[in-house]
Nanobody, 132 residues
Framework: QVQLVESGGGSVQAGGSLRLSCAASGYSYRRYCMGWFRQAPGKEREGVAAIDSDGRVSYAESVKGRFTISQDNAKNTLYLQMNSLKPEDTAMYYC??????????????????????????WGKGTLVTISS
């Protein structure tokens, strides 16, 4: 079945950059939406960025202009390039994907699809820590 494995997390200083990767298996990037989500200690999970099969992207207001989501279908991999990182970006970052229903990226990030953001498959996460 579908499996998602995140990598690329680590510890960097504020203003630095990280690139997260999500290796997917048993999943079609061409049909459904995928996204990045994060959860900081003591806080609710929030949507960060999403991309759908039409190549449309959507971002949380807090990361616009700093983060870029992209995918490489040849490698079955989803990426999140994170620049100008801030301490408030510290969180566990999760890759997720929808199944069965095609969600537009903007809809996933709208917060109208419930606590799971309309996603059916989730990775185990990769930790990102930003220090001042």
């Amino acid at each position: 079945q579908v499996q998602l494995v995140e990598s690329g997390g680590g510890s960097v200083q504020a203003g630095g950059s990280l690139r997260l990767s999500c290796a997917a298996s048993g999943y079609s990037y061409r049909r459904y939406c995928m996204g990045w989500f994060r959860q900081a200690p003591g806080k609710e999970r929030e949507g960060v960025a999403a991309i759908d099969s039409d190549g449309r992207v959507s971002y949380a207001e807090s990361v616009k202009g700093r983060f870029t989501i992209s995918q490489d279908n040849a490698k079955n991999t989803l990426y999140l390039q994170m620049n100008s990182l801030k301490p408030e970006d510290t969180a566990m970052y999760y890759c997720a994907a929808s199944a069965g229903i095609f969600w537009r990226a903007s809809t996933v990030l709208s917060g109208t699809l419930g606590d799971n953001y309309g996603m059916n498959y989730w990775g185990k996460g990769t930790l990102v820590t930003i220090s001042s």
